[in-house]
């Protein structure tokens, strides 16, 4: 452990964007609870969220703001020193990259901000296929977004995500839950809780070391770098039920492609994603496991049977 290191200021006040996010919201509860001094604006882009989020988080200012939306993004950074972002599937980042650097020069108080990003490391994107980089999504964005964030000199760490957060499975519950069947495109991933990943990002916030900045990080949860068929034993085994495997195309779009369009609220987001894990698939030699998360949280993160067994409940018969 080194115990001397370059410092940075910890900031004083923190905005998070997706703060009823999987992601966002696990971040705002960790500096709730660690370090309730800090002034925390937590923002969700539905003005129909604003009240629930707010409900959420009573001793913190819940607003509404989008990327996409110059004026809002403007009131969104204003005096804030730490910045989360993170943005979903698809969203145009030249548009919200450019506008957020923007904000955060005209309002200048940031110290730090983290950005979520989520490709293997040491991927470039003239890597990314067309039928995917033309369709615009995960594969792609998160190359635009770094690139801006990157000539845009701010104090930025990118976070990436390196793994499948473990609450996707929840989509395929109702295959398992019905006929004892694991429908989900052949994979070999690492997994996170998106939990850790959360704390991990305020954990990162909350750091007084000044290393962290400009860093990629990626996370996993160290532990679980699995085949879908690996997943499909320890699921067997979880729920004491034999469960099997179905890795077609054509029952995965039946059963869960249009629950994925409605999630993220872009159809074609089912097709995307079966495209999107077959070239991870062709790619994923370069996946590795690290221990970063376990650092970070000062503890093991949490592990996919751990997660299973906890939600054991959404896969069960009844
Ligand atoms: N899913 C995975 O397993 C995985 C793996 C690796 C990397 N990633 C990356 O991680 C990121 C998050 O993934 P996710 O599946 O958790 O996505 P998500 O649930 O859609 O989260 C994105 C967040 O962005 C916020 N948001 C949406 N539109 C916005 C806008 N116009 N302005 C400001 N905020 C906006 C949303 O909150 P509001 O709607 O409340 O604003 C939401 O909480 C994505 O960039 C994805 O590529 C995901």
Redesign the pocket.
């Known amino acids: 452990m080194t115990l001397h290191y370059p410092k940075k200021p910890i900031p004083t006040s923190i905005a998070v964007?997706?703060a009823?996010?999987?992601?966002?919201r696990p971040l705002a509860e960790y500096v709730r609870y660690a370090a309730p001094e800090i002034r925390l604006r937590v923002i969700?882009?539905?003005a129909a969220?604003v009240a629930a989020l707010q409900k959420q988080f009573p001793d913190s200012e819940a607003i509404c703001?989008?990327?996409?939306d110059r004026t809002s993004l403007h009131a969104a950074v204003e005096g804030m020193e730490g910045i989360f972002m993170?943005?979903?599937?698809g969203?145009d980042e030249q548009t919200a990259v450019t506008n957020l650097v923007d904000a955060v020069r005209e309002v200048g108080t940031a110290i730090h901000i983290v950005r979520?990003v989520?490709y293997e490391p040491e991927a470039i994107a003239a890597r990314v296929p067309e039928i995917l980089a033309s369709r615009g999504g995960?594969a792609s964005q998160?190359f635009i977004a770094k690139t801006l964030l990157d000539r845009s000199r701010l104090p930025v760490t990118f976070l990436n995500?390196g793994?499948?957060?473990m609450d996707?499975l929840l989509f395929s519950a109702q295959g398992i839950r019905e006929r004892g069947t694991f429908v989900h495109p052949p994979r070999y991933i690492p997994y996170i809780d998106a939990r850790d990943f959360g704390e991990v990002a305020a954990r990162l916030l909350l750091s007084d070391d000044a290393r962290h900045i400009t860093q990629f990080h990626t996370v996993n949860n160290g532990q679980d770098q699995l085949t879908t068929e690996e997943v499909t034993e320890i699921m067997s085994d979880v729920l004491k039920r034999r469960i099997t495997y179905d890795g077609s195309r054509e029952t995965f779009m039946r059963e869960v492609g249009s629950q994925l369009d409605q999630r993220?609220g872009r159809p074609g987001q089912g097709d995307y994603i079966w495209d999107f894990t077959q070239f991870e698939l062709s790619n994923s030699v370069v996946w590795s496991l690290n221990n970063f998360a376990e650092r970070m949280l000062g503890r093991r993160p949490n592990s996919l049977r751990s997660w299973l067994m906890e939600h054991r409940q959404f896969f069960l018969p009844g």
């Open positions: 964007f997706g009823s996010g999987r992601m966002g969700t882009s539905s969220g703001a989008s990327y996409l993170v943005s979903p599937s969203m979520v989520g995960d998160h995500c793994a499948t957060m996707n993220y």
